[in-house]
């Protein structure tokens, strides 16, 4: 036998690959054929240039796909041309892709007034387009798809069958005459007469608010430069300071308001088109993103966003407007009631966003699953990993048990762990009502059955009131296996070596909010030893009261108020307050902290962040989670680096117990100077945690140290750790692929799992 036979796995449905191999096939003049199956792609190859079609095949792949592993075999391959087959059926162990921005191709369709598409909004090809939330199964065929109810026309059907067109089995392929139409409604849900795209942006531009229904899910649109707007878009949503991302049409015209680097725009530019964190520019678009220093920015990634900006530049017809400046500028906020799921349907939108919305753009082509957007930052590193990433795999150094992991409670995903790869599904949010618990179990149900997998063992976080944790356990008397808690700082940094593959004995710094500890205690600022599945405590911050329990985690002036009275400091809480906070009364706290009433303590370094913001005059209460550390990192890039504090930390306890009070009595002098204090802050605790790690887990030069939890979302406090471990020849290991917050806990609670199952 001559011929060859490829099993190829990875991301190779769905994206044009059977189609380039009948291409790149065809071009050498080989023989055989090619089909998708359960396990990926397979190809039957021969002929005389059988080697350059296996060197070459890797190295031009579609603007989509992947290979994640290539076996080959002998074969005889019968002498009959070059054929794509229909798919075969089996065990199913690929992924369906992620949605993907639109493509330069499908650009120039929709740009060209004697083309099928022009200006049509669901204009899409095997490069670009939805994939997984138009999904209801794999295989990712079109019958398994929210477009089996648009059958194609004859010119659909045509580009849909033939191998050279780009559009060949391109699942959610249609135009004008065949596929899904746009509608403008009222806030009553009565159709508005006129071109829905010219309409809408008549009715952005006059300041009111847009119910947008895009990928995965509705976006609330408004004019960025209106204030007004904003103010009112944040108003009905209940959202008080929480930032807004904003949408522009290219990089040129964001520039006034955030600094777009090269790998800022890679990131905005790339077929996931995230909301890319950026330093703001001079320029401020009042109530959009206040008293933080980064802006989420983002591009159009769908035709009906596009065409919005078509229709301000005047409809242009080809693609050079695409590179200019517009004044065009758009909040573009998930579409929910205060802390809701995503909006999804046309009737739920008119139902939950009643109040909100003043219109409705939407259409008839069905969201199987609701994704939101992912947010990232330069790096790249994960903010919230969703459309775009998700459910493309976390390969995994391993096999093992299929296992599900059900994550925390707030920032919640859940993960999936099927042979060596890791899914990680898109953000479900904070299960703080009912809805949201209902979205986890849509997502649940959603990741079990596009996997096709029953798994083996389930994990969850320790606390047993977590709505997570719960579900985990009747999941796991319902299929009838174990049911497994897990650390929840543990699986912070079990995440980090489920991504980089580390298998040996490792330190790790969970550097979080709060989480329960297995003694029972509020972790979050922890030096983890990790051997497999087991876990040791060796070392912690040193505790912090928090007067009045969760409370204080929102108002980090109590924060302060305690950090001064555990450092033996609390003769000067009375002039200090006087200065910063006035309307505060600390006597209440004082005499609580005194008789240690209803103040649990912590080790958590957030809440030594929200001290340091309470003491520098930054924030007194907060309206989102981590709102003043937040402030307080952005204040510390703006002043830039400083030299740490000497004697600004301590050692206690033989080296286990890092004690940041010492900082405390210049952070209450450099009150009038918050941006150098901040930074005087970062500086001291990067050099504490880096001193502290190297002592107590004894590292030496080529050693590694993970960090992960929500805190490593700091790039200040990241990038000063990175230098000290740096000069002491140490590798500092990040979250990459998956959030270092409660986003990726479900990872790490998974991984953590097998290695206790595997392990025995």
């Known amino acids: ?197 010219a309409a809408t942006l008549q009715l952005l531009r006059a300041g009111r608010i847009v119910a947008i229904k895009g990928l995965g899910g509705f976006h609330l649109a408004c004019d960025a430069r209106n204030a007004d707007a904003v103010a009112a878009l944040r108003e009905r949503k209940q959202r008080e300071e929480k930032p807004f991302a904003v949408m522009g049409l290219n990089a040129l015209s964001l520039a006034a308001y955030a600094r777009i680097g090269d790998a800022e725009q890679a990131l905005l530019a790339s077929t996931a088109a995230p909301i890319v964190l950026c330093p703001k520019a001079a320029a401020e678009l009042p109530g959009v993103a206040p008293k933080l220093a980064w802006l989420g920015a983002m591009l159009p990634a769908t035709p009906v966003h596009l065409l919005l900006w078509h229709e301000a530049a005047g409809r242009p017809a080809g693609t050079a407007w695409l590179a200019e400046h517009s004044d065009l500028l758009l909040v573009m906020t998930s579409a929910n009631p205060y802390g809701e799921p995503l909006v999804i349907g046309n009737d739920e939108a008119l139902a939950r966003l009643v ?130 808690a897990i650390g929840h700082h543990q699986a912070h940094i079990a995440a980090i070596c489920a991504e980089h593959g580390v298998n040996e004995p490792i330190f790790g710094l969970a550097l979080d909010g709060v989480g329960l500890g297995p003694d029972g205690a509020a972790w979050g600022g922890e030096l983890l030893h990790l051997a497999g599945g087991a876990c040791q405590r060796i070392g912690h911050l040193q505790p912090l009261a928090m007067p009045g329990g969760d409370r204080a985690a929102k108002e980090p002036w109590r924060m302060a108020v305690a950090a001064l009275h555990g450092a033996g400091l609390g003769y000067r809480v009375g002039a200090w307050i006087e200065q910063c906070w006035p309307q505060r009364d600390p006597g209440p706290l004082l005499t609580m902290l005194a008789r240690n009433l209803r103040c649990p303590p912590t080790t958590s370094l957030g809440r030594w962040f929200d001290a340091a ?94 960090v992960g939890g929500g805190c490593a979302m700091n790039a200040v406090l990241m990038a000063a750790l990175r230098q000290h471990l740096a000069a002491a020849g140490l590798d500092l290991l990040e979250a990459r692929q998956a959030p270092p917050n409660d986003g990726g806990l479900a990872l790490g609670q998974a991984w953590v799992a097998r290695r206790l199952a595997t392990d025995g």
């Open 355 to 484: 109040g909100i919305a003043d219109a409705y753009l939407v259409h008839n082509r069905d969201i199987v699953i609701r994704c939101d957007d992912s947010v990232v930052r330069a790096g790249p590193a994960f903010v919230r990993r969703a459309r775009g990433y998700v459910p493309v795999p976390i390969p995994l150094a391993d096999d093992g048990p299929t296992v599900l992991a059900l994550g925390g409670y707030l920032k919640n995903t859940v993960c999936v762990l099927k042979g060596r790869q890791a899914f990680l599904s898109q953000h479900i949010g904070g299960l703080d009502n009912v809805a949201a618990m209902g979205f986890l179990d849509e997502v649940v149900g959603h990741m079990l059955d596009i996997l096709e997998v029953k798994p083996a063992l389930i994990a969850h976080d320790l606390h047993p009131d977590f709505p997570s944790s719960q579900l985990a356990l009747r999941l796991a008397e319902e299929l009838g296996v174990p049911a497994l």
């Open 1 to 197: 036998m001559t011929g060859r036979l490829l099993r190829i796995q990875g991301l190779v449905q769905g994206v044009g690959f059977r189609p380039y191999v009948w291409r790149l096939a065809s071009e050498l003049g080989l023989r055989g054929w090619v089909r998708n199956d359960a396990a990926g792609v397979v190809v039957a190859i021969d002929g005389e240039n059988v080697s350059i079609f296996v060197e070459r095949l890797p190295i031009e792949l579609p603007r989509l796909a992947r290979i994640d592993a290539i076996e080959i075999e002998s074969a005889e391959v019968p002498d009959a041309g070059f054929a794509i087959l229909d798919s075969a059926a089996g065990e199913v162990r690929t992924a369906i892709g992620p949605d993907a921005a639109l493509c330069p191709e499908c650009i120039a369709d929709l740009c060209n007034p004697q083309g099928r598409r022009w200006r049509y909004a669901f204009t899409t090809c095997t490069h670009c387009g939805p994939r997984y939330t138009v999904s209801r199964k794999i295989p990712y065929d079109r019958a398994h798809t929210s477009l089996a109810a648009f059958p194609l026309c004859a010119p659909c059907a045509g580009e849909y069958a033939y191998p050279a067109d780009r559009r060949f089995h391109a699942e959610t392929t249609c135009c004008p005459d065949c596929g899904p139409q746009l509608s403008l409604l009222d806030a009553d849900g009565l159709p508005l007469d006129g071109d829905p795209i």
């Open 613 to 706: 913001a309470g003491l520098l005059g930054v924030r007194d209460a907060m309206y989102f989670e981590g709102q003043a550390a937040m402030e307080l990192e952005g204040l510390a890039a703006g002043h830039g680096p400083v030299e740490p504090l000497a004697g600004g930390y301590a050692l206690r306890d033989n080296g286990r117990v890092l004690d940041l009070s010492p900082i405390l009595p210049s952070l209450i002098e450099c009150r009038d100077a918050a941006a150098y204090g901040a930074s005087l802050f970062h500086a001291t605790l990067a050099a504490g945690l880096a001193e502290w790690a190297i002592a107590v887990g004894q590292l030496r030069p080529g050693a590694r140290l993970a």
